[in-house]
């Protein structure tokens, strides 16, 4: 695969601040599996993060985070629920399990916390859809599923295997898994912002475009 996957356009009309407290949360991440020659124990691991409000838009972060991400081999998530500082930081205070220090948010990303996304707005979840089981037959049925169930999307993602699915989180997760078992539901996860060509350039993609999960030959 020889570009990027670039998702700012795509993206940012979904960025949509309403008061100065306002922001939404981007992290740029370092993968294992976007890495073939680590010795890094995690599967992943965050490097930076981004607060993006009204007086810090993304535009002006986002060429240093793509020349950031291309010379170092990591991906930038950005989390299309948007977020309220003052109760951020009163829930972080009052979380025992949550660390605070001088106002920072720390593992904003974590799956079992999604109160702390919620803030009175409405919340985005996604459906993680690979390659291994994209088609027109999967899209279909599952286009038709959310449909007929009344599931609102709000638009598809790119990633580097196959895409997500930005719903509003209106979906019976307990039925949608027992139709669907390969495909993941993400409650409150960030989603794919930029992919550098320096990761996307290691996999090959088949005749239809779809991404394989094992490194190119000779890739070190």
């Not at 995690?42 to 607060?51: C, Q």
């Not at 399990?97 to 001088?102: G, T």
């Not at 196959?162 to 078992?181: M, Q, R, V, W």
């Amino acid at each position: 695969m020889d570009q990027p996957i670039d998702n700012y356009a795509l993206l940012k009309p979904f960025i949509r601040t309403t008061s100065m407290f306002d922001f939404y949360h981007v992290q740029v991440i370092s993968r294992n599996k976007d890495l073939p020659d680590t010795e890094q124990e995690n599967s992943s691991y965050p490097i930076m993060s981004f607060y993006i409000r009204d007086d810090f838009p993304l535009d002006m972060y986002y060429p240093f985070i793509k020349e950031f991400c291309e010379e170092h081999r990591v991906r930038a998530y950005i989390n299309l629920n948007k977020m309220f500082m003052p109760e951020v930081r009163a829930r972080l205070w009052d979380a025992e399990k949550w660390a605070y220090y001088d106002a920072e948010i720390k593992d904003l990303s974590r799956s079992d916390a999604p109160e702390f996304y919620r803030m009175g707005y409405p919340a985005v979840w996604h459906l993680d859809v690979d390659g291994h089981v994209r088609g027109d037959e999967y899209d279909n049925a599952v286009t038709e599923y959310l449909r007929v169930h009344g599931v609102y999307e709000i638009l598809r993602v790119p990633t580097l295997h196959g895409f997500h699915i930005c719903i509003y989180p209106t979906l019976d997760i307990e039925d949608f898994n027992e139709k669907f078992p390969l495909t993941i539901v993400h409650q409150m996860h960030p989603t794919i912002l930029y992919i550098p060509r320096s990761i996307t350039s290691l996999f090959d993609a088949d005749e239809n475009g779809v991404v394989g999960y094992e490194f190119k030959e000779g890739v070190q």
